[in-house]
């Protein structure tokens, strides 16, 4: 019975519910897109660094994760590394920041680079061959809006593109490595050097002789290094989705209460004929929360829509700088999100109507 009458409530006023459920859906979204851009974007870091090939990355001291630090590494250290037991392979990539917060150039040998991670794949143009020309992945090429042959604009001056490659190996921008350390007053030094050990089983014994051999350095095998690219490791990105979650559920709140006191507004004479007929307080009550309920539902499936929607069109606009992703783990919560939200604010509507005098409610015009 109880059920019938919600639905009933909930079709007799369409437009309301589906604003409702709207408003209650972009904080959904918000928090679902939010879990899934940290999750593409760590994904996306994971499969780049693999994508180099290498079983160890080295670090300058007081870098982390996140950071470079400001001390490169001295570029004689990959020689030192070269010599060293069971390493087969060692290279020296200079990482320069551009002008977009979320890009970076890397400067690469192409003849180590290439021995490294089996070479780039082209689907435009080729390998620069002068110190004035770049390559870039298939993501920047389509945020950008170039394409091989075009002129770009890196570090103040003018490049031209010489091929555009699919993405997955380390960076999206790369350039000749002795240009970009002349360019930025780094000759000799170098950001982060990849080591490529003889046999898998020798990539721990290795990772500890190089510690003792680099002390102060930061040495991490490949899946410890990848291991990090986790939101956990992010506290800013912890304490900015509590922020977002605790936004959602005063949204949440916030609409519900508002909607559901009009609805019994609208509904008083209703209310006194059902009290008239002996329905109880938790009755009438039951029948606000569960329009809340079935409010917080919709708009929790409708948000679970609208965050693909956002996936593609981050995928359209900006591929490059952040790298959507969908997080099926995070549907659960935001449907508890909505659904705690929608609960709180349907207290306040729910207890005024149970409190309705039946002969006043009867009486209202």
């Known amino acids: 019975?109880?059920?019938?009458?919600v639905w009933?409530?909930?079709?007799?006023?369409?437009l309301r519910t589906f604003l409702s459920a709207l408003l209650i859906a972009i904080p959904v979204t918000l928090v679902l897109t939010l879990a899934g851009l940290s999750k593409g974007?760590?994904?996306?870091?994971?499969k780049r660094y693999r994508g180099v090939g290498a079983d160890i990355v080295i670090r300058p001291k007081g870098s982390s994760f996140l950071s470079l630090g400001s001390a490169p590494i001295d570029e004689r250290v990959v020689g030192?590394?070269?010599r060293q037991p069971h390493?087969?392979?060692?290279?020296?990539?200079?990482?320069?920041?551009?002008?977009?917060?979320?890009?970076?150039?890397?400067?690469?040998d192409v003849n180590e680079f290439d021995q490294m991670s089996g070479g780039l794949e082209f689907v435009a143009g080729d390998l620069f061959k002068s110190p004035d020309e770049v390559v870039i992945d298939e993501y920047y090429s389509h945020e950008k809006k170039l394409h091989a042959g075009d002129p770009i604009e890196l570090l103040n001056r003018k490049w031209r593109v010489s091929g555009v490659f699919k993405a997955g190996k380390l960076n999206r921008v790369f350039m000749d490595r002795r240009h970009l350390q002349e360019?930025?007053?780094?000759?000799?030094k170098v950001n982060l050097i990849y080591v490529k050990v003889d046999e898998a089983r020798n990539i721990g014994q290795t990772v500890a002789g190089l510690k003792k051999l680099l002390e102060g350095y930061q040495i991490y095998s490949m899946d410890e290094f990848t291991a990090l690219f986790s939101s956990n490791n992010i506290p800013a990105l912890t304490k900015f989705t509590r922020v977002m979650i605790g936004i959602s559920i005063f949204i949440g709140f916030a609409v519900v209460c508002l909607s559901m006191y009009m609805a019994v507004l609208q509904r008083t004479r209703e209310i006194g004929i059902l009290k008239s007929l002996g329905a109880s307080r938790w009755y009438v009550i039951s029948i606000i929360l569960r329009e809340a309920v079935l409010l917080a539902l919709v708009g929790t499936v409708l948000g679970i829509g609208m965050s693909y929607a956002a996936k593609w069109l981050l995928?359209?606009?900006?591929?490059?700088?952040?790298?959507?992703?969908?997080d099926p783990a995070w549907w659960p919560a935001a449907a508890a999100i909505a659904l705690l939200g929608a609960v709180l604010g349907a207290l306040y509507p729910g207890l005024r109507a149970a409190r309705m005098d039946p002969i006043e409610a009867l009486s209202y015009e």
């Open 41 to 46: 974007m760590m994904e996306d870091a994971t």
């Open 80 to 82: 030192v590394i070269r």
């Open 8 to 14: 009933e409530n909930v079709k007799h006023r369409p």
């Open 1 to 5: 019975m109880i059920s019938k009458l």
């Open 315 to 326: 995928q359209t606009l900006v591929p490059a700088s952040f790298p959507p992703a969908v």
């Open 183 to 188: 360019l930025t007053s780094n000759t000799g």
């Open 87 to 108: 390493v087969a392979l060692a290279t020296g990539i200079v990482i320069q920041s551009l002008a977009d917060v979320f890009s970076s150039a890397a400067g690469i």
